[in-house]
């Protein structure tokens, strides 16, 4: 099995809803997101799945993000609160359509760093 890992960062607002303490207020991260992909069977070149594909695509998503208040943005509009927990969970979400990702190679698990010291990985259960 191999196991590659792509990394990328942005940054961006929210507020945690109901939160008892100070996340309840506006504020912002410096956020880095990893994605792990994995499959045992390589292509031709010997590649599990190109990483200029799987960065571009992680690239493309973030972007989205990039400078937002994320509680404006769909699904946060709703109500869900933008916690790291369902931060990754979205993007592992919209990753896992990345056409890079519809053969062999499949999402592991997305990683999501509010700060240098806090991180949550969320993977889809099996």
Request: hydrophobic share 40%.
């Amino acid at each position: 099995m191999f196991e590659i890992k792509v990394s990328a960062e942005f940054e961006a607002a929210h507020r945690i809803a109901g939160y008892p303490g100070k996340c309840d207020r506006l504020h912002g991260h410096s956020w880095t997101v990893q994605a792990r992909i994995v499959g045992s069977e390589l292509d031709e070149l010997g590649m599990l799945v190109d990483f200029k594909k799987i960065k571009g695509a992680l690239r493309e998503l973030l972007e989205t993000l990039d400078h937002q208040f994320l509680n404006e943005l769909a699904p946060f509009s709703a109500g869900l609160n933008p916690t790291a927990e369902n931060i990754a969970r979205y993007i592992y979400d919209s990753l896992a359509e990345c056409p890079a990702l519809q053969g062999k190679a499949r999402l592991k698990c997305i990683e999501v760093w509010e700060s240098p010291k806090s991180s949550v990985v969320y993977s889809k259960d099996e």
